[in-house]
């Protein structure tokens, strides 16, 4: 009967044990949470990475602030360049305006078309007036005395062409400095005009 008796024995307590095994799994699974081991390693990773994140959006920000001022430092620089030039050139230009005016001043002589021959121009007729004596006639087959008041009809004349001579050099210095002037304006704004878009 010993032998039974640790059969039994034997066998109540194997039965205990599975019994109670199979209550501790149970137990253990349901009471007990897994924990997985990387999980806190995976949250500090994130939290660094937003850290990261903003500081690097934030130099980012800064840097961009920082080339706007640069760019703008430079866009200030180019304009007043710009302005420079351009005054001078407005300057030059209104010298020239003021010339042109001076020149439309000098008026056309009265009385030159009554002692003209010909075709002669007033300037052609002075170089021939130094070549002859006051008193003769300037031209064999036309009457015109080399006289004081001839003398100076043509003077006033030869001024009067000069000055339209000048009027025309001096219109075409006007187109090109008024070119200069559009050129300048349009180069500023060619190479700078955009810069907002970087705002």
Same mark, same amino acid.
């Given at each position: 009967?010993?032998? !039974?008796?640790? /059969?039994?024995?034997?066998?109540?307590?194997?039965?205990?044990?599975?019994?109670?095994?199979?209550?501790?799994?149970?137990?253990?699974?349901?009471?007990?949470? /897994?924990? !997985?081991?990387?999980?806190?390693? %995976?949250?500090?990773?994130?939290?660094?990475?937003?850290?990261? %994140?903003?500081?690097? *959006?934030?130099? =980012?920000?800064?840097?961009? +602030?920082? !080339? =706007?001022?640069?760019?703008?430092?430079?866009?200030? %620089? $180019?304009?007043?360049?710009?302005?420079?030039? *351009?005054?001078?050139?407005?300057?030059? =230009?209104?010298?020239?305006?003021?010339?042109?005016?001076?020149? +439309?001043? *000098?008026?056309?002589?009265?009385?030159?078309?009554?002692?003209?021959?010909?075709?002669?121009?007033? +300037?052609?007729?002075?170089?021939?007036?130094?070549?002859?004596?006051?008193?003769?006639? =300037? /031209?064999?087959? /036309? &009457?015109?005395?080399?006289?004081?008041?001839?003398?100076?009809? *043509?003077?006033?004349?030869?001024?009067?062409?000069?000055?339209?001579? !000048?009027?025309?050099?001096?219109?075409?210095?006007?187109? &090109? +400095?008024?070119?200069?002037?559009?050129?300048?304006?349009? $180069?500023?704004?060619? &190479?700078?005009?955009?810069?907002? &878009?970087?705002?």
């Amino acid at each position: 009967m010993k032998r !039974n008796e640790i /059969f039994i024995i034997g066998g109540a307590i194997l039965a205990a044990i599975l019994l109670f095994k199979g209550q501790a799994t149970s137990s253990v699974s349901g009471s007990i949470p /897994f924990i !997985n081991p990387f999980s806190n390693l %995976l949250g500090k990773a994130e939290a660094q990475a937003l850290q990261t %994140l903003g500081s690097n *959006i934030e130099t =980012l920000q800064s840097v961009k +602030q920082s !080339n =706007l001022g640069i760019a703008q430092s430079i866009l200030d %620089l $180019e304009r007043s360049t710009a302005d420079v030039k *351009i005054s001078q050139q407005q300057t030059e =230009l209104d010298r020239t305006q003021g010339y042109i005016g001076s020149q +439309q001043r *000098i008026g056309a002589s009265a009385g030159f078309s009554n002692i003209r021959p010909g075709t002669w121009d007033a +300037q052609s007729l002075l170089r021939k007036f130094s070549q002859t004596g006051f008193g003769q006639s =300037l /031209f064999p087959d /036309f &009457r015109l005395i080399a006289n004081q008041e001839n003398f100076g009809i *043509i003077q006033q004349q030869a001024q009067y062409e000069i000055a339209q001579g !000048n009027i025309g050099k001096a219109n075409e210095m006007v187109q &090109r +400095q008024q070119g200069e002037i559009d050129r300048l304006n349009e $180069e500023y704004q060619t &190479r700078f005009g955009g810069i907002s &878009r970087y705002g």
